[in-house]
């Protein structure tokens, strides 16, 4: 086992591990904390991967700023914990729990599964060169110039959103 | 033949449409103008039926050449130019008549107009309901005179709902009921032929000319000429040509299964119209809940079209699934006879017992039509026509009854026979119509049928006749109950038939009399197309008919 | 590079002209607060500009921004329909007597209105995965927030949250499919997805469950915007819940997108281009892969369940999701028989759809509006309240269900044909059954209107002459194309070419 894989098996494992402690923290705060660690875990495999841009722009902007964000409102609105929801545990929920466990082992079966070298060469070479200030800029303004204007709209559409949800508590 | 550039087909089918834009129009306070207007346009409408009795040239076969048809009517209806695999869509708009449509448009007219004349005693919304009337009108003359059958389909269902409407607005107290009852089941008979016509659209195929006629695949052996595109087509004359199937499509061949499947989806269609036992529960609930009027016209016009369909479209269309399946046919038409008639007799409801004994009749049609040979196709196609006069009979016979007594439990009458002797008389006739009286319609057309059938499938015609016994037995009973007996003290002051009751009554009476008497120029009408019917239907071989059963 | 982006920027604008007219909505809002016509008259001006652009587009088949966005005629064919949708959403929004009650403003409504018509063009457009996600997330938004506008009822709170949710989760799936694929082929463009789909096929095993179980995720996506079972939870509460003039544009702008992106996706993605074609119009789906019977299972559950679930529904609106979820499975029996034939019938039977529904769901307005109830019994007796009114719903609910002389009825009759020509006759049984299911709870309403009478209610409720003319508006074409549908099916056929696919 490489240094590397021995690494993204590291980043992996506290990635899923801190994600399910997130969902399963009683305390707001600590769900937060937990989310900022998967965060943290991602930018290093972002950077696994030589997306170096990715990886600065995923601890920048989602556990600088959106995290602190989401931990102000959680202290300003005083949050304490969460009630519970269900205690039940009846029929829908059983037969929900084995299809998903069902459906994430066949998920397994085929990702660990699929290394065919055929696959492999089909790649788009350029996918490597993409991490970097460069490539990702070019690739913004070049070809995925659309989508990107795009998000432009569906962000400015959200802002909207946003103003006409708070108008309506006043 | 054309009145001011337009034929007469069109006029005689549109002209409801057209009166009921006038109904429309019309402000709804002024009841009797609306009543007048649709009298004036079912009269109409009645002449132009005579015009083309008289006109009618009896040589002329039909059935399944355009040339056979007369009073033809062609245009193009829907013409779209074909994309790639998709096709060239053209539907045209061809009416035509040969002898069975003839004799099924007088009666739509003769019905219709007596209709309207029964409907004069409608109070609740005249105008909503003189509309749905001539919409109704315009349907049922559509179907008898479409020669396509994208047009047929159009028409057969546009009576539908209207139907509903005039059942379930102007209907008995359980009329929401059976209103929709009568529609699904019509709806879900009309789903399956809409399946069967889509399937034989895609069979068949024709060659069309740039001036839009048809020539069969088969002259285009004779070398393809310039501007011939070779079409799918819903023209019905084409879709009887075997040699118009294409080879490899999915009705071609003969007694393939799917040309069964087809020909079955076709039947259940036509045969919750008429309705053939198991289809007929429709029937007693939407009889017993229609106001009079609109009896009549389901008894009088709307069954036939179950009948007429199979002998428009399933027999030449699919002469070998025919054969196939006719000692089938011939079976459920004696069950409907017998079963029918069984029921009947069980009945203390007048009306529920005149619906089954429609039941009963429209079997006798049914065997005459398995029967596969002229005497008892003319034998189906006249008991046709003498069951819609004599039902219409029926019906406003119980109509007359029911406005003056407002029950119609049978057990309740008795003795009226002095109270109201023209009602008497006039129920008399309908009744021994009914049950075949020798020198009345019914006898004659019966007695066709059955002898028709017997030659085809004996034993099965011979259980069958024993609905003869039955039918005189529930009738006879009936006048007996109604007339006979004493008179209750409650019934004495019921008034007899007023001049527009004993008119209609005596219109049809007078219809009756004549044709059992003098059949022959109904007869005449029919006679070269029904030839032309029982040849196509023996072309066919087949291993698999059960003669001699 | 800058001129060949100029150059795809002149195919793109349409869309840049509706960008425009959202911008100039909610800057006009700002400016002209007391006005209450500016907004909805900037919008409707965008949307006609943005409908002529569209007209202007005919003809070329091209995909522009490095394939991100396919301008053809089935784009432009659903843009359109889309469009028309909008226009006659924004004049019900209007007179909508519901959203003025809501004592809000309306300049964002009719703006998000415009992004929603913007993300649903663009879906219809969409030639790349990345970019259809992002149409459907710009749809979905914008049509959350549209479907809470009003209302601060908690049962309308509960369905905007149950859209979000369940619009979130199917997202969610939809991105995971999308990553798989990815994963598999390298590429998110779909005619790039084609040429490497048989090299994971015949390379057999868990590459090919791969693309299957990437298959049925990205369809969750698409099976949400079309409201199909099992996808549909959130119709039926989001319908009620919503404003009625929105709920008309999820049933038929919205699914319209969806539709339009369903089938680019399957054909572009899933033809097989090695394949040997038989005709022009004809084509094979890559061999392998059951797509087909996957949708035709869609399709009968979305048809059966949205039927029978439908028969018990007493609330109008909530009557007419699921019979919404009901044309969904109808259409996409179009979409299973795989060819042009079947998919010029879908496209056909969307125009029919939008006058049809639209009309009905305009009635349904209507009637709330003054008697200020959707429920199915205070419809009693209003036949002879509103003639006028009930007559021309009941000719919209006729032509839901199919029936001749109506426009619905062209509808069936090509999507039943275009099954039995390829040979599907047991789908289309079950299809000609459903639609007799189907009547019975149209004619319940009707019954209701014209059978029934209410003894307390019996003022004539009066149309403005604005309404009458809607209402007719919508109720000739769902008659005349009943009768004389030439053109229709012309214009459908020859817009059934797609950029990429034979």
């Excluded at chain 2, 059942?167 to 008979?189: D, H, N, Q, S």
């Excluded at chain 3, 995971?176 to 057999?204: E, F, K, Q, R």
């Amino acid at each position: 086992m490489t240094a590397e894989s021995l690494a993204f098996f590291f980043l992996a494992a506290f990635a899923v591990s801190t994600a399910i402690l997130m969902v399963l923290q009683r305390n707001p705060v600590m769900s937060a904390i937990c989310m900022i660690g998967t965060f943290f875990s991602l930018a290093g495999l972002y950077l696994l991967l030589h997306a170096q841009l990715l990886a600065v722009l995923q601890v920048v902007i989602y556990t600088g700023a959106i995290m602190v964000l989401v931990l102000f409102v959680i202290m300003l609105l005083n949050l304490g914990d969460e009630a519970r929801l269900r205690e039940r545990y009846d029929l829908a929920m059983g037969v929900g729990t084995v299809l998903a466990a069902g459906f994430v082992v066949e998920l397994f079966f085929i990702l660990f599964y699929s290394g065919d070298p055929a696959l492999r060469a089909s790649m788009d070479p350029r996918a490597a060169a993409l991490g970097t200030v460069e490539g990702m800029g070019g690739a913004l303004f070049g070809r995925f110039v659309l989508p990107f204007e795009m998000t432009s709209v569906l962000l400015l559409v959200a802002v909207v959103g946003a103003v006409v949800l708070a108008k309506r508590k006043g | 033949m054309e009145i001011f550039g337009i034929g007469i087909l069109s006029w005689v089918t549109f002209l409801p449409v057209l009166g009921m834009v006038i109904v429309l129009a019309l402000p709804k306070e002024r009841r009797d103008v609306i009543r007048w207007t649709s009298l004036a346009v079912a009269a109409v409408q009645v002449v132009l039926a005579v015009v083309l009795f008289l006109r009618f040239d009896r040589s002329f076969a039909g059935i399944n050449t355009e040339a056979g048809m007369q009073f033809l009517e062609k245009g193009r209806w829907i013409d779209v130019s074909g994309v790639a695999l998709v096709g060239r869509l053209h539907i045209e708009y061809l009416l035509g008549i040969d002898g069975i449509s003839m004799v099924m448009v007088l009666l739509t007219a003769l019905i219709s107009f007596i209709a309207v004349i029964s409907s004069w005693t409608i109070d609740k919304s005249v105008k909503g309901y003189f509309a749905l009337l001539l919409l109704l009108d315009t349907g049922m003359m559509g179907v008898f005179v479409a020669l396509d059958f994208f047009l047929f389909y159009v028409f057969w269902e546009l009576m539908l709902l209207p139907m509903y409407f005039l059942i379930g607005v102007w209907g008995g107290p359980r009329r929401e009921y059976a209103a929709i009852k009568f529609f699904l089941y019509t709806l879900l008979g009309s789903v399956l032929m809409l399946l069967a016509m889509i399937a034989l659209y895609f069979s068949v195929s024709v060659y069309l000319d740039p001036a839009g006629g048809m020539h069969a695949l088969s002259e285009a052996a004779a070398g393809i000429r310039t501007g011939w595109e070779k079409v799918h087509t819903f023209n019905m004359l084409a879709m009887m040509d075997p040699a118009n199937y294409e080879a490899g499509s999915l009705l071609a061949g003969i007694n393939t299964s799917w040309r069964y499947l087809a020909y079955i989806a076709l039947f259940i269609g036509f045969a919750i119209k008429v309705p053939i036992f198991p289809f007929h529960t429709w029937l007693p609930d939407a009889h017993v809940e229609a106001p009079t009027p609109i009896s009549v016209i389901l008894a009088g016009v709307l069954l036939k079209m179950g009948t007429y369909g199979m002998l428009r479209i399933s027999f030449p269309m699919f002469p070998d699934a025919m054969r196939h399946y006719a000692w089938e046919l011939a079976l459920l038409g004696v069950i409907s006879m017998v079963y029918g008639a069984l029921v009947a007799m069980a009945q203390t409801d007048f009306k529920k017992l005149i619906a089954y004994s429609s039941v009963s009749h429209m079997g006798i049609v049914v065997l005459g039509m398995s029967s596969m040979n002229t005497l008892g196709l003319t034998g189906a196609v006249f008991q046709m026509f003498n069951h819609g006069v004599i039902t219409a009979m029926l019906f406003l016979v119980v109509g007359v009854i029911y406005d003056r007594a407002h029950t119609r439990g049978l057990n309740e009458f008795g003795g009226l026979m002095n109270q109201m002797p023209r009602y008497a008389g006039a129920m008399t006739v309908a009744f021994f119509a009914a049950l075949g009286l020798p020198g009345l319609s019914g006898f004659i057309s019966e007695m066709f049928s059955l002898f028709g059938a017997f030659q085809t499938f004996p034993i099965l015609t011979a259980i069958g006749a024993v609905t003869i016994v039955l039918t005189a037995g529930y009738m006879l009973w009936v006048l007996q109950r109604v007339f006979l007996g004493a008179l209750p003290d409650k019934w004495k002051g019921l008034t007899d038939m007023n001049g527009r009751e004993t008119f209609m009554l005596a219109v049809l009476g007078a219809v009756v009399l004549f044709c059992g008497i003098y059949p022959a120029p109904i007869l005449n009408l029919m006679t070269s197309s029904l030839n032309h019917l029982a040849a196509i239907l023996a072309q066919v071989p087949s291993a698999t008919l059960l003669s001699g059963m | 590079m800058a001129s060949h982006m100029l150059k795809d920027a002149a195919l793109f604008l349409p869309e840049i002209a509706l960008t425009v007219t959202i911008l100039a909505a909610i800057v006009a809002d700002l400016i002209f607060r007391r006005v209450r016509a500016v907004v909805p008259g900037i919008v409707l001006a965008g949307l006609i500009a943005t409908g002529f652009l569209v007209l202007g587009q005919q003809g070329s088949s091209v995909a522009i921004f490095s394939s991100m966005i396919a301008v053809d005629a089935f784009a432009v064919y659903f843009k359109l329909v889309i469009l028309l949708a909008a226009v006659v959403v924004v004049v019900f929004s209007f007179g909508s007597a519901e959203l003025q009650t809501g004592g809000r403003k309306l300049g964002e409504y009719y703006a998000l209105l415009a992004a929603a018509v913007l993300g649903m063009m663009l879906m219809a457009g969409a030639n790349n995965l990345l970019m259809m996600y992002l149409a459907l997330e710009l749809s979905s938004i914008s049509s959350y927030l549209l479907s809470g506008y009003t209302r601060e009822a908690a049962d309308s709170s509960e369905a905007s949250l149950k859209y979000v949710i369940y619009g979130a989760l199917s997202s969610g799936l939809m991105l995971y499919g999308i990553s798989i694929l990815y994963g598999l082929t390298g590429s998110l463009d779909l005619a790039t997805i084609n040429h490497i789909v048989p090299v994971v096929i015949s390379a057999g095993g868990p590459p090919l469950y791969g693309l299957l179980i990437a298959g049925i995720l990205t369809l969750a996506g698409f099976g949400y915007k079309i409201s199909a079972v099992p996808f549909h939870f959130w119709a039926p509460d989001v319908y009620e819940g919503a404003p009625i003039t929105i709920t008309a544009f999820l049933a038929v702008a919205s699914k319209a997108g969806g539709f339009a992106m369903l089938i680019r996706f399957l054909k572009v993605t899933f033809f097989d281009a090695t394949g040997v074609m038989a005709a022009a119009g004809t084509w094979e789906a890559v061999r392998g892969l059951r797509w087909v019977d996957l949708v035709a299972i869609l399709s009968v559950l979305s048809m059966t369940v949205g039927n029978l679930t439908a028969i018990w529904q007493n609330n109008l609106k909530r009557l007419l999701a699921y019979s919404s979820i009901a044309h969904a499975g109808y259409m996409l029996m179009g979409v299973a028989v795989l060819n042009d034939e079947g998919i010029a019938a879908v496209m056909l039977y969307f125009v029919i759809y939008l006058f049809m529904n639209l009309g009905a769901f305009y009635a349904v307005m209507l009637i709330a509006d003054k008697t200020g109830s959707e429920d199915i019994d205070d419809y009693k007796g209003l036949g002879s309240r509103a003639p006028f009114l009930a007559v021309a719903l009941a000719i919209f609910l006729i032509s839901l269900s199919g029936l001749p002389p109506t426009a619905g009825f062209i509808g069936k009759l090509y999507l039943f044909a275009a099954l039995i020509n390829k040979g599907w006759i047991w789908l289309a049984i079950v299809g000609a059954l459903n639609s007799v299911i189907a009547l019975y709870y149209y004619v319940r309403v009707i019954r209701n209107m014209f059978l029934r009478t209410d003894e307390q209610q019996s003022a004539p409720l009066s149309l403005s002459g604005m309404q009458m003319t809607m209402v007719l508006a919508l109720l000739v074409p769902t008659l005349l194309f009943g009768l004389y549908f030439g053109p229709l099916v012309q214009l459908a056929q020859a817009s059934v070419r797609i950029f990429g696919a034979p």
